[in-house]
């Protein structure tokens, strides 16, 4: 879910966090950061970071034993292994990514459109059961998985496949998942919180954490929980001071349908994405079921 869904641990390329690129030449992100070392997508990373210290909010007196971290850690707790769908947006500099997905039991998908000045990057991405599978124009098939220029041409607007077995490939589709979200929703301590707001048309209270950029740097977050009731999350917004148009991050990933039903259906042809990256391989096409 971006991915991703967390920008602040994605780059603006969406949420795939893929491991070690050993042999496949695959996510270089089309935008210039990648602003945690746990950036586009989750499935390989640690669930929860460590939890650091809390902080009860001004005139909280009525509820002595509510703290930051607690309220996180129900959040995360409520929001475990549910469906969801998700909305990310994300900006730096003049680059901008758009995002909208599901995350289910066995399945999930999602779109994302990437602009950077007049490079324009659209990707679809779906995990069905054990396989995964992406789809898109030919700049983000270049740019994104890494293609040749002739690859990306023949391909593009086609289903690429991959297993879900192989970890690096998985990490393009990490996140579509139910059991990934609480993942997704992963960031650390000092925890504190934030000022009380209207978010989605939601009273809700924020909870202000942090995760590390790729230099060790801490990225601020804010998780906002619903005043009362269940605390499934509303959103979370990465680097919520960040002014518009500056080298800073700023991202927000909306969170909507908490138990939805979801049920994608795989394409019903794809090219198997592993031939394509090999270095001397040839896509072959290959049938799906749906």
């Given at each position: 879910m971006s991915g991703s869904l967390n920008p602040g641990r994605q780059g603006a390329d969406g949420r795939r966090r893929t491991g070690s690129?050993?042999?496949?030449?695959?996510?270089?992100?089309?935008l210039p950061f990648r602003p945690t070392a746990v950036a586009v997508g989750t499935a390989a990373f640690?669930?929860?970071?460590?939890?650091?210290?809390?902080?009860?909010?001004?005139?909280?007196?009525?509820?002595?034993t509510?703290?930051?971290?607690?309220?996180?850690?129900?959040a995360v707790k409520a929001a475990a292994n549910q469906s969801v769908h998700f909305e990310t947006d994300v900006t730096q500099g003049n680059a901008t990514l758009q995002q909208s997905g599901d995350a289910g039991s066995t399945s999930g998908s999602e779109s994302l459109a990437v602009n950077n000045g007049k490079?324009?990057?659209?990707?679809?991405?779906?995990?069905?059961?054990?396989?995964?599978?992406?789809?898109?124009?030919?700049?983000?098939?270049?740019?994104?998985?890494?293609?040749?220029?002739a690859q990306s041409s023949k391909y593009a607007g086609q289903w690429l496949s991959f297993p879900m077995s192989n970890s690096n490939l998985a990490g393009l589709v990490a996140g579509l998942l139910r059991s990934q979200v609480a993942t997704e929703l992963s960031f650390g301590g000092p925890f504190t919180f934030a000022a009380n707001a209207t978010v989605n048309g939601q009273k809700a209270e924020g909870i202000k954490g942090t995760v590390s950029s790729s230099g060790g740097s801490p990225?601020?977050?804010?998780?906002?929980?619903?005043?009362?009731g269940k605390p499934l999350p509303i959103e979370e917004v990465t680097n919520p001071d960040a002014k518009a148009h500056t080298s800073t991050i700023h991202g927000t990933v909306s969170f909507s349908k908490w138990g939805e039903h979801v049920a994608v259906s795989a394409p019903a042809h794809s090219v198997s994405l592993l031939k394509l990256a090999a270095p001397s391989g040839s896509g072959t096409t290959s049938t799906t079921g749906g």
């Open positions: 690129q050993e042999s496949e030449p695959l996510m270089r992100p089309p640690a669930a929860l970071a460590a939890f650091g210290a809390s902080a009860t909010p001004a005139g909280a007196a009525g509820a002595p509510k703290t930051a971290q607690a309220e996180y850690q129900a490079i324009t990057e659209h990707m679809s991405a779906q995990v069905v059961g054990k396989t995964g599978y992406v789809k898109g124009n030919q700049v983000s098939l270049k740019n994104i998985l890494g293609l040749s220029a990225v601020s977050e804010t998780l906002y929980v619903p005043s009362t």
